[in-house]
Structures are given as structure tokens and as C-alpha cells.
Antibody
Framework: QLQLQESGPGLVKPSETLSLSCDVS??????????WSWVRQPPGKGLEWLAT???????YYNPSVETRVIISLESSKNQFSLNLSSVTAADTAVYYC??????????????WGQGILVTVSS | QSVLTQPPSVSGAPGQRVTISCTGSSSSIGAGYDVHWYQQFPGTAPKLLIY???NRPSGVPDRFSGSKSGTSASLAITGLQAEDEAYYYC????????????FGTGTKVTVL
């Protein structure tokens, strides 16, 4: 059974960098059938896709954050990570890691982590 | 900045049929990109409900169905049950601005 688990600090100061990891079990991030993504949800609001990475290292970013975000693979640990720099209160959200697969022209997120609340505050 | 528009809320009595619309544009749904639907209960992660417009993952009841036409898609829940009270989001791809996966604005389904 595939499981994803987010980890990282729950509190980040404004202007600093938010760093999160997603531990994957039950699948390999080197699996060519899947992509690996981050999605966030501000409190009381909707979902926002942030970034996706493929096992080759190819990356895809939401234009709204692409100047501040980096997604990376840590293959030896079967993990992938998110770094979001220069954070503000608007980056306060629950951050989810998810597996993305392409059964059609757009990829669906078929497995999700439980999410981690990150608050940006001094 | 969602580019897929959903009604904020829909409601229905147990046993009724409700539908949720997801309106995109010529660069998203209208360009042929498929639509997926998620169910989310408060405090929990979204769950894939429908993929590629009309397909149900294993374990999803057949009272959930999806369709797509033109620049829009719809999720229908027939035989509404109390346990269906949740938030529902559509998701697709938009080819503008280097391309992005995009989610709908979300719809709260209330069972009366």
C-alpha cells in the first residue's frame, strides 16, 4: 500500500525558506509511471498545485511561485522535497505531497500524504 | 488563482441527485485536457473520486459519475447520502503561462 508522509517545521519566519520532505513507501520515486508533486491549501481555502518532478529530474512549477520554489528528488532515501523561499503570511497553508499519474491528457493525483500545516509568522 | 470555476455550494435531500459544474476555458478543458474530481472532508487530504472525466477508482461507489463537454465538466451524485457531505474539487491542466495543473474553486455539498 502506497503511503506518503510529509515532514518539516510547522513554523517559519517571514522572508525565510520553507523546507519540506515527503517520504514515500510502497512505491519507488524512480518509477517511470509516476510523477511526484506538492499541493497546498491555505486555511479555509481551495487547493493550489505548486510543483511536480519526474524521476529523470524534470521539474514543472506553478508560474505563481516558480521564482521562489525548488522541488528535488532524494532517490537514496526514496523522498522528494520542496523549498519555498522568501515566504510571507500568504504562504501559510497545509502542504500536501502527492503522487501524480497520467492515464490521460492531464495527470491526476491518485495518492496523497496527510498534509502538514506550515505557519509563516515571526 | 483558480481558472476552473465551481459553484460555492450545492445541497440536496437524501436520495436526491445533485450535480457540480466545473467551468474552464479554451486553454484548459476546452483544449481537450481531461478533468479529475476529488472529495475532501474537513481536516483530511483530498481523495481521488473520478479520473479522466468519467472513470472511478476502485472502491468509489457508482453513485458518483463524471462527464465533460466543451469547456466544462460535471460531477453527479445520485442517491445522495449523508456521508457525501464534503467539499469537491475538479482538476485539469491549463496550457497558458508555461502550463499548470489547476484546481477548481471547490464546492461544498450539504445533505439536508
Amino acid at each position: 500500500q502506497l503511503q506518503l508522509q510529509e515532514s518539516g517545521p510547522g513554523l517559519v519566519k517571514p522572508s525565510e525558506t520553507l523546507s519540506l520532505s515527503c517520504d514515500v513507501s510502497g512505491d519507488s520515486i524512480g518509477n517511470s509511471d509516476h510523477y511526484w508533486s506538492w499541493v497546498r491549501q491555505p486555511p479555509g481555502k481551495g487547493l493550489e498545485w505548486l510543483a511536480t518532478i519526474y524521476y529523470t529530474g524534470s521539474t514543472y512549477y506553478n508560474p505563481s511561485v516558480e521564482t521562489r520554489v525548488i522541488i528535488s528528488l532524494e532517490s537514496s532515501k526514496n523522498q522528494f522535497s520542496l523549498n519555498l523561499s522568501s515566504v510571507t503570511a500568504a504562504d501559510t497553508a497545509v502542504y500536501y505531497c502527492a503522487r501524480q499519474r497520467y492515464t490521460s491528457s492531464s495527470g491526476e493525483f491518485d495518492y496523497w500524504g496527510q498534509g502538514i500545516l506550515v505557519t509563516v509568522s515571526s | 488563482q483558480s481558472v476552473l470555476t465551481q459553484p460555492p455550494s450545492v445541497s440536496g435531500a437524501p436520495g436526491q441527485r445533485v450535480t457540480i459544474s466545473c467551468t474552464g476555458s479554451s486553454s484548459s478543458i476546452g483544449a481537450g485536457y481531461d478533468v479529475h474530481w476529488y472529495q475532501q472532508f474537513p481536516g483530511t487530504a483530498p481523495k481521488l473520486l473520478i479520473y479522466a472525466n468519467k472513470n472511478r477508482p476502485s472502491g468509489v461507489p457508482d453513485r458518483f459519475s463524471g462527464s465533460k463537454s466543451g469547456t466544462s465538466a460535471s460531477l453527479a451524485i445520485t442517491g445522495l447520502q449523508a456521508e457525501d457531505e464534503a467539499y469537491y474539487y475538479c482538476q485539469s491542466y491549463d496550457s497558458r503561462l508555461s502550463g499548470s495543473d489547476v484546481f477548481g474553486t471547490g464546492t461544498k455539498v450539504t445533505v439536508l
